[in-house]
């Protein structure tokens, strides 16, 4: 008998009203977390096995004949990317490379456009466009390229784990993009495929890094097993290592370890395929999956804002609305936002039609992050679907509209709507692209009173260097209208004698937000365009307006500006008052 689709969950009672903890310190783990130097090398070692017969005789096994079931894909795709493949290119970020010259032994030309070809993401967005008689022809074709380059020998970067269990999700949901030929010869190569793929996973998911990779690889162990003839043990085992995935991918509040916006997106993503995928075999949803769904999706949604969309933390862009929308609803889950995520970091203060996003924890440990940014202290604030102060974001973006360098720069603690001393990072960003010494602990205070809401933050990024420790308090009202700040630069106890030297207050502006100064030079008016109109107060220092940009979700920076306070730390202590004042 047929069991009923699966409702979506409602946990909007249990985590919209998620209590306000007043004091936390979050400390910054040591960077050997994740995987250890001995793990690396065996890990190393193993994908040298796969050039070997040995593991070409693990891949081999039945041929499947069909897939039992097509999960649907309710995330939509991209229209334009969609449309540029029907024209002959694929475009990702704005590199073009054309469908025809792609064979899938050359390298590409970047990380990211090994995931979406490898990981065959690229049939979502064409999918989008298409039916399948005219869609069908397209990805047949560019699937028997990839398929003679890779059906038969493993080799990184298709073969990795990420790769091959993302490839398991969407050949999966778009089957009937790669499977509608009638060349038998064809659709066997391709279910065969299909069945080496999840063996390879079998031996490979686990050692995957942790994180999203790791999640990813063990979401496709689980999603052959449900569509593969004969997979209930792969399903056993592959429920196993997802849950065993699951928690070391997210912190206890659901936040994703990497402190990524894109990587918690992408967590969610392939759990709510997975749990499509259960959905088409007509099986329930385990409860540790279900109870993962709710936790990540409230804390995504923490770190959205007026407009739906997401905040510009840790290296992602600001993602738009319509694909955080998208991939919620996907994931069946209704909830509220988590507005105080004790271990991912983020704090989340919504007043009247004001939201304001603060980042109040250490950087990730590098072997788990890319784009790492030195951005502890920043804040975001929008004014309904406006935005209004935010960071650069989009340093994971670097391609064809954002060259390295640029890339580098957005990581820094200057790209970030926080206090800067002397022109450096409040962790340093090392040569290699890791993360350094810098900000090891937070401590947070935060109180909901009942004219508004009261947080007061401090790290010690620039305590072993200069000496300091930075301390910002924030003060929102009740209705939003009125956000006081201060910045404090404080002597720090048992460390160097702190020293005299400059520091600047950063507030970079969204692209639709004109400034001007005011006559006195202590103030500026911000009007959104098409929206409302705040004022900006310093009590000290100089202020003054400067060139910055900003990120979308499709990885194109957009020109901006930035308000910059600029002041000289004393010895002794030194602190900077602010105003942001709804006016009209």
Known sequence: MNKPSPQPVDMSDEQGADSIEDGKRLIRLSPDKGSSLAERIANHFYRLTWRTPLHSMRLKGKYPLKLLAIPRDAIAGDPRAGKAIRAGYFLLRGQKLPVAGVDFITPLPSPAFEDYLHGFRWLRDLDQVANRETAAPA?????????????????????????AGWRILFWATHAPLILSSGDLVYRSLVLNCFARTARHLDRSADKAPVGLPRLVAWSGVVAAGLLLPGGDPRRSFGETGLKRAIEHAFYSDGGSISRSPLAQLRGIEALAMVAAA????REEVPAFLAETLGRTVAALLGLTHGDGGLGSWQGAPAIAPSLVESVVAASGVRTRPLRQA??????????????????AAPPPVSPLADAGCASTGAIEISDGPDRLIVNCGGASCAGAMIPADLARGLRTTAAHSTLVLDDSNSTAILPDGTLGRGVTEVELHRQELENGSRIELSHDGYARRFGYIHRRLLVISSDGKDIRGEDMLLPAQRRKRPATAPYALRFHLA??????????????????????????????????IEDSLWVDGDGRPHAAKQLVVSATAEPGGSSLGWLLKRVG
């Open 139 to 163: 990805a047949e074709s560019i699937m028997r390229a990839w398929l003679s380059a890779h059906a038969e020998k493993p080799t990184e970067p298709a073969w990795s784990a990420e790769h």
């Open 342 to 359: 004790r271990d991912w970091g983020y704090q989340r203060i919504g007043a009247g039609s004001t939201v304001i996003l603060v980042d």
């Open 511 to 544: 692209p639709h937000v004109d400034a001007s100064l005011t006559a006195d030079g202590q103030g500026a008016l911000l009007r959104i365009d098409m929206g409302a109109l705040w004022q900006f107060r310093c009590g000290a220092g100089e202020l003054a």
């Open 278 to 281: 259960y959905d088409a075999v």
